[in-house]
T-cell receptor, first 114, second 117 residues
C-alpha cells in the first residue's frame, strides 16, 4: 500500500519569504499527486494536482509543485508567501491503477508572520 | 453548482451511543469518500463508495460502517462510540471512480465535528 510523508509538521515564515514544503511518497507504480490546503475554519480545497506530462505544475494563489519521480517527491513551493497563506497543507497520492484509495500525509501547519 | 454538504455540522454524543452522519455530494458526482481528521494524524481514510457499492475500506474497526443511496447521497454510522472517535469527519465527492489518470480529484465538504464525552 502507498504512504505519504510530510516531514515538516509546523513551519513559521515571515511575509515575503520563500516556501518549500516537502512531500515524499512510497509506491512503485504510476500515481496521481495532489496538494490540498485547509485555511482556518474553511473546507479542505485543492491547491494543485499532477496527473501526467510536465512535472512542474502550477496551482492557485501562486503555488507550484514539482514531481521528481526518481526521488518519489512532490514538493510544494511559493516564491513569496503572504499572511493569508497561513493554513494547513496536505499532500496526497493515489495510484492510477488498481482502484486504490487516496492517501494523505499528516499535514504541515504553515504560520506566516506579518 | 452547490458544493458537498454534510449534516449535522456539530454533534455531541456520549460514550456507548451511536451516530449517523450524512453527506450529499456535488450534483452529478457518483463517488463519495469519508475521512476522519484528527490533530497530528491528518486524514485517515474510512470508506469509498461508487454506485451504491463500497469500493475501498480503511483500517477502522467494524463499529464504523457506511452506505450510499441510489441518489449518491451517503451516510456513515459509528456504533458504540468511544472517546477516541472524537474528530472531524469529512466527506468528499468526485465525478468518477476507477483506474485512469485524472479521475480522482475530490471535493470536500465542511465536515461534521463529533465530540464524544
Amino acid at each position: 500500500a502507498q504512504s505519504v510523508s510530510q516531514h515538516n509538521h509546523h513551519v513559521i515564515l515571515s511575509e515575503a519569504a520563500s516556501l518549500e514544503l516537502g512531500c515524499n511518497y512510497s509506491y512503485g507504480g504510476t500515481v496521481n499527486l495532489f496538494w490540498y490546503v485547509q485555511y482556518p475554519g474553511q473546507h479542505l480545497q485543492l491547491l494543485l494536482k499532477y496527473f501526467s506530462g510536465d512535472p512542474l505544475v502550477k496551482g492557485i494563489k501562486g503555488f507550484e509543485a514539482e514531481f521528481i519521480k526518481s526521488k518519489f517527491s512532490f514538493n510544494l513551493r511559493k516564491p513569496s508567501v503572504q499572511w493569508s497563506d497561513t493554513a494547513e497543507y496536505f499532500c496526497a497520492v493515489r495510484p492510477v491503477f488498481g482502484n486504490e484509495k487516496l492517501t494523505f500525509g499528516t499535514g504541515t501547519r504553515l504560520t506566516i508572520i506579518p | 453548482k452547490a458544493g458537498v454538504t454534510q449534516t449535522p455540522r456539530y454533534l455531541i454524543k456520549t460514550r456507548g451511543q451511536q451516530v449517523t452522519l450524512s453527506c450529499s455530494p456535488i450534483s452529478g458526482h457518483r463517488s463519495v469518500s469519508w475521512y476522519q481528521q484528527t490533530p497530528g494524524q491528518g486524514l485517515q481514510f474510512l470508506f469509498e463508495y461508487f454506485s451504491e457499492t463500497q469500493r475501498n475500506k480503511g483500517n477502522f474497526p467494524g463499529r464504523f460502517s457506511g452506505r450510499q443511496f441510489s441518489n449518491s447521497r451517503s451516510e456513515m454510522n459509528v456504533s458504540t462510540l468511544e472517546l477516541g472517535d472524537s474528530a472531524l469527519y469529512l466527506c468528499a465527492s468526485s465525478s468518477a471512480f476507477g483506474a485512469g489518470v485524472g479521475s480522482y480529484e475530490q471535493y470536500f465538504g465542511p465536515g461534521t465535528r463529533l465530540t464524544v464525552t
